[in-house]
């Protein structure tokens, strides 16, 4: 679960001289500490016990009942948010000062359903190869016992951010 003493998540989007005035790793684990706001759509999947280290982020969470679909399972779009979300900080971390990335395309394979009596699921991305204009991840989605739920891989774009941005 979270930690009742971790700062209360901000939800809103960094400005691009914000993300350009640092290093991607940096950027990340501002979002991960909240000393940087944290993206709103992660305020849908209520992230916690975040890390990244170069090429590599680990995210918790719990899916509940407002993650639902019509069929009465977890939406597929909870997982994809998360390993979107994974694999694509992962390539941030990999980023010098003044370069972003933007997602290409990604896949999802679904493997086992979640549910509210799912728990604490893990959500880990790595990098599988960083380039000076192309990066490809890939993520996992496990839960507490270990046991595949979801995986992912992408492609993404490299690119310098504008200057004076």
Do not use: W
């Amino acid at each position: 679960m979270t930690d009742s003493a971790a700062p209360k998540p901000i939800y809103g989007v960094s400005s691009l001289a914000v993300m350009a005035s640092m290093p991607g790793l940096d950027f990340v684990r501002g979002i991960f500490a909240r000393t940087l706001p944290e993206p709103p759509i992660m305020e849908t999947v209520e992230p916690f016990d975040c890390s990244a280290e170069t090429g590599h982020v680990v995210i918790h969470s719990i899916p509940g009942l407002r993650h639902y679909n019509p069929i009465g399972s977890v939406h597929g779009g909870y997982a994809a948010i998360l390993l979107d979300s994974a694999m694509g900080l992962a390539v941030q971390t990999t980023l010098p000062k003044g370069f972003g990335y933007t997602t290409l395309e990604f896949k999802i394979s679904f493997v086992r359903g979640m549910s509210q009596e799912t728990g604490t699921i893990r959500t880990e991305g790595h990098v599988l190869n960083a380039g000076r204009r192309v990066a490809t991840a890939e993520a996992r989605i496990t839960d507490d016992k270990g046991k595949l739920l979801a995986h992912a891989t992408t492609t993404c774009l490299v690119f310098e951010l504008p200057k004076g941005t």
